[in-house]
DNA sequence: GTCTATAAAAGGATAGAC
DNA sequence: GTCTATCCTTTTATAGAC
C-alpha cells in the first residue's frame, strides 16, 4: 500500500458507529422528532453536513437503528433450543425476553415510541418482525394449552398481555437498583407461571 | 345587558375546547414535538396566533391535557367505593383500568409518551399523580397479601406489572373488533387473579 | 377574538472547497 | 470525509389592525 495523505479529519471506520450511537442516546431521551441533525452532529464532534455521508437522511437513520434491533432480537431468540415442555419454553422465553431487553433499554424505548415516526414501507418491516417476536411466544402458549398444561382462554390475547408486562420493566428497572436482573426475571416467570397455569 | 356588537369571528365558548381536542388528537396520532400550532390552528379553523387566546404556549396546552387527563383517573377511582376483600378491590381496580383507558385511548397514549416533553416542574406534578395512581393498586395487593389471600412477593414490582399489562391493551383494543370491553376486561380479570393468588 | 404580518430562530438537506 | 456556507422551509411566538 503506498502511503495516502489522510485527508483532513477522516475517521471512517469509528464515524459511523458513532453518530449511530449518538442518534440512539438523543432519540431516546428526546424523542426522534425532537432531535435534530446539528444536535446529532455536535455529539459526535462532526458539522451537520458530514452526517450525510452515512445516512441519506434522518429518516433512514431511525429505520436502521430499529431494524437492526429486532433483527437481533429475532436472531438471537431463534439461536436458542426451542425444545422442552411449554412450561420450559415459556419459562425460557420470559428470561430470555427481560434479560434482551435489559441489556438495551434505548432501543427498546425507541422501537416502541418511535413507530409512528416511520414511513409506511418502513413501519411494515418493523411491524412484520415485531408480529414474528410474537408468533414465537403464542406458538408456546398455544403448545402448552393443547397438551392440557395452560388454562388459556385467548393466545393472542395472553401473548400481547405477557408481551407488554415484561417489556414494562425497562421503564422502571435501573442496573444497581433495589432489585438484579436475575430476580426480576425469578419474579416475572412465577407470575406468568402462574397466570397461564391450568 | 346590552346588546354588544359581535367582533369578527367571536367563538370563545367552543373554541377552547376545539383546540384542546384538536391537540389530543394530533399528539396522539403525530406526536408533540412532530405537531406544530400551525397544524393545530388548522385544524380548528384558526390562524395560528389565535391559539395564543387559549394557551401561553405550546407546552402548557400539552400539560393541561395530561394533568386534566390523570385527575379525572384519580377523582374517578377515588369515587369508587374501597370495601369488599383484596379480591374483590383488585377485580374492580382491573375493570376500572381498563374500562377508563379503553374510553380515552389518546389521552392515554400523550400520557406515557409524551413525558419526556414536558419540563421538569410539569413533569414533576404528572409524576406525582401517577405515583398516586399506583399506589391504589400497591394497597390492595398489600391487603391481600397480609390477609393471607395473595403471594405476592413484592408487591411494587407486581404493581407495575399489572398496570403495564392493563395499560397495554389500548395499543390493540379497537371498538368493534374481536372482543367487546367485557370479555377483555373478564380475560384480565382472571389472569390477575391467578398471577396473585396463593 | 381573530386576522395579517412579521420577527427571530431552527430545521433538513445540498454544493463546493479542501 | 469533513468543513463552511447556504438554500429554502418551517417553527414558536408576538404586534397591531379590525
Redesign the interface.
Given at each position: 500500500m503506498s502511503a495516502m495523505a489522510r485527508t483532513q479529519g477522516s475517521h471512517s471506520e469509528i464515524t459511523g458507529p458513532r453518530i449511530r450511537e449518538a442518534a440512539l442516546r438523543l432519540f431516546a431521551?428526546?424523542?426522534y422528532?425532537?432531535v435534530s441533525m446539528r444536535q446529532i452532529a455536535a455529539e459526535v464532534g462532526l458539522q451537520a453536513g458530514a452526517l450525510y455521508n452515512y445516512t441519506p437522511d434522518k429518516q433512514a437513520l431511525l429505520f436502521s437503528l430499529m431494524r437492526d434491533h429486532m433483527d437481533d432480537l429475532l436472531t438471537e431468540w431463534r439461536a436458542r433450543p426451542a425444545a422442552g415442555t411449554a412450561q420450559n419454553r415459556l419459562e425460557d422465553f420470559v428470561r430470555f425476553h427481560i434479560g434482551f431487553h435489559l441489556e438495551r433499554p434505548e432501543l427498546v424505548f425507541i422501537a416502541y415510541?418511535e413507530l409512528?415516526?416511520l414511513t409506511p414501507d418502513h413501519f411494515a418491516v418493523i411491524e412484520r418482525l415485531r408480529r414474528d417476536y410474537e408468533n414465537a411466544l403464542e406458538d408456546i402458549l398455544r403448545q402448552g394449552r393443547d397438551t392440557g398444561l395452560f388454562d388459556v382462554?385467548?393466545t393472542k390475547?395472553?401473548t400481547?398481555?405477557?408481551?407488554?408486562?415484561l417489556?414494562?420493566?425497562t421503564?422502571?428497572y435501573r442496573p444497581g437498583g433495589r432489585?438484579g436482573v436475575s430476580q426480576?426475571q425469578d419474579?416475572?416467570c412465577?407470575?406468568?407461571r402462574?397466570?397461564?397455569?391450568a
Open positions: 431521551e428526546r424523542g422528532a425532537a415510541m409512528r415516526n382462554a385467548d390475547l395472553t400481547l398481555a405477557v408481551i407488554a408486562m417489556t414494562g420493566i421503564t422502571w432489585l426480576v419474579l416475572y412465577d407470575m406468568v402462574k397466570a397461564v397455569a
